[in-house]
């Protein structure tokens, strides 16, 4: 396998067993926010878009996000192997940024997925994911294979690591940051293409209901891709026609 790939800001690339924080690091009681990213080609997918949420949601923690992450992030990519996917995750704390890049896990490309009542979490990648950790736990124990958040009056919201995308017809939605989620990159990219397929693209609130009746339903997220839930809180759902078409643009991007 792969070994991973650390990198700390201001000291470059270091042993992967470094310590990368000090133990005074506000960072280490959740201080502090990340980005996960695909390396593509030994390059990190919509790593400006990445960033761009990273320094959006760092006034909320008084947060400095250093203005050398892009060029930082990119000389980590160099010492990965291009022909090899990774997953890279970009941390920020008040006193270190670091990266590491690691192996793409397998996908899972047909989902079961149960429902669970939303957390009180927060709009953006805190170092406090633990409402998230907890989600993926109890769907596992439950036999399925992820979790969806659900708000106290039904409505549809987001994955514990991964955005809900849905077309309705000809429109391709997903869930408005307005509704509390965390606003995701690669549902955001996947909608910006929805005219090229003859689609309008549209954020709006879906209940849960109201899922099973679209054309077709799927959890979204940077290094898993695209995933269609094929099983809902036990009820089966009608696998999508348009689900390969999708599917195909993430893992190839035009351009």
Not at 50 to 62: N, Q, Y
Not at 83 to 100: I, K, N, S, Y
Not at 221 to 243: F, K, N, Q
Request: contains cysteine; glycine residues 8%; negative net charge.
């Amino acid at each position: 396998m792969q070994a991973s790939v650390v990198a700390v800001l201001g000291r470059g690339v270091v042993p992967s067993g470094s310590p990368v924080m000090r133990a005074d690091d506000p960072g280490v009681l959740g201080e502090g926010l990340f980005e996960t990213m695909l390396v593509r080609g030994g390059r990190p997918w919509l790593l400006d878009e990445h960033l761009a949420r990273l320094t959006a949601s760092a006034p909320a923690l008084g947060l400095a996000v250093p203005t050398s992450l892009a060029e930082f992030v990119l000389s980590a990519c160099a010492e990965w192997p291009a022909e090899v996917e990774g997953a890279l995750r970009l941390v920020c704390t008040p006193m270190t940024a670091f990266c590491t890049i690691s192996p793409v896990p397998p996908r899972t490309l047909s989902l079961r997925v149960r429902t669970l009542p939303a957390s009180s979490g927060l709009p953006f990648k805190s170092l406090s994911y633990g409402p998230s950790i907890i989600a993926r736990r109890q769907a596992a124990a439950s036999g399925v294979d992820d979790a969806l958040w659900i708000s106290p009056d039904g409505y549809a919201l987001e994955g514990p690591t991964a955005s809900l995308v849905w077309l309705d017809r000809d429109v391709l939605c997903t869930v408005p940051p307005s509704a509390g989620v965390l606003p995701g990159v690669t549902a955001a990219w996947l909608l910006a293409q929805a005219p090229s397929l003859g689609w309008r693209a549209e954020q709006r609130v879906i209940s849960l209901a109201d899922l099973h009746a679209m054309s077709g339903v799927w959890l979204a997220s940077s290094v898993r891709g695209l995933a269609e839930i094929r099983v809902l809180d036990g009820i089966e759902m009608l696998p999508s026609p348009h689900t390969e078409l999708l599917r195909s643009l993430v893992s190839h991007p035009p351009g």
